[in-house]
């Protein structure tokens, strides 16, 4: 007896769990072309085949899920998650509008909406987008740490280091495992002068992410302002190291 496109998909969510994303690619294929108007199922092999790398396929399963409902959120926040990978913000804004505009609650949506605003230099959209999402996630996603962390980018960038500091380390509080939440908390400090204080938080993002090259590096320059030149010249080479494998990070 043949599997159903759902049995078909339920082992191709088996091998995404497993991190087997070719296989898991093939299987939702074949499950689409069982179902070919199956929204979640064509959702899912878009989603995959952008993880491996096949991204105008993936545009086009994403593009089918919403030829069958074009009011599907999850597509449309899909397609603009991907627009803003491949650098079309202009197409991830519009997609990621469109997903709020369906779903005023996305805070997922409006705090993409607001990186991507950023991106465009639309500092006014941006703010208003990140501030939504801030709203929505205060109470009822105590878990959501990037709409936090985010914002406190977009005011580091714009020598706002207070404001820059109390975001980054409510983005900490809320998920004290995240490298890069530790790494701008420090960085905000840098900024603030308040070097002792910065150092447990970049050691921390350090520690978290040994190959976090921009921790590394302001972790070395605020060793080397504090007199500490040999744990400067010690993460300045832990630097080098992670530099060529990583490239450079938000």
Not at 65 to 92: F, H, M, P, T, W
Not at 126 to 154: E, Q
Not at 177 to 200: M, P, Q
Not at 208 to 215: C, I
Request: aromatic share 10%; net charge neutral; glycine share 4%.
């Amino acid at each position: 007896m043949a599997a159903s496109c759902a049995e078909i998909a339920e082992g191709a969510q088996r091998a995404f769990e497993a991190r087997q994303f070719e296989l898991a690619a093939r299987e939702f294929e074949r499950a689409s072309s069982e179902c070919p108007t199956h929204t979640g199922i064509l959702l899912a092999l878009g989603q995959v085949l952008y993880l491996t790398g096949k991204e105008i396929e993936a545009e086009a399963a994403i593009g089918k899920a919403l030829s069958v409902d074009s009011n599907n959120v999850d597509a449309r926040y899909a397609l603009g998650r991907i627009y803003y990978q491949q650098k079309r913000y202009l197409e991830a804004a519009n997609a990621l509008q469109k997903t709020v505009e369906l779903d005023p609650k996305h805070y997922k949506a409006w705090d993409n909406l607001g990186v991507t605003y950023d991106a465009l230099n639309q500092d006014s959209d941006a703010l208003r987008s990140f501030f939504k999402a801030l709203d929505l996630v205060m109470k009822d996603h105590p878990d959501y740490d990037w709409a936090h962390a985010n914002l406190a980018d977009f005011f580091l960038r714009r020598n706002e280091y207070e404001k820059a500091f109390q975001l980054a380390a409510e983005a900490a509080r809320r998920n004290p495992g995240a490298a890069r939440n530790c790494f701008l908390t420090g960085k905000a400090l840098v900024k603030l002068d308040k070097h002792e204080l910065s150092l447990r938080w970049l050691e921390r993002a350090a520690e978290l992410d040994p190959n976090y090259p921009e921790a590394l590096y302001l972790l070395a320059q605020t060793y080397r302002k504090l007199g500490k030149e040999q744990e400067s010249a010690k993460a300045l080479e832990r630097f080098r190291e992670a530099s060529k494998s990583r490239p450079e990070r938000r």
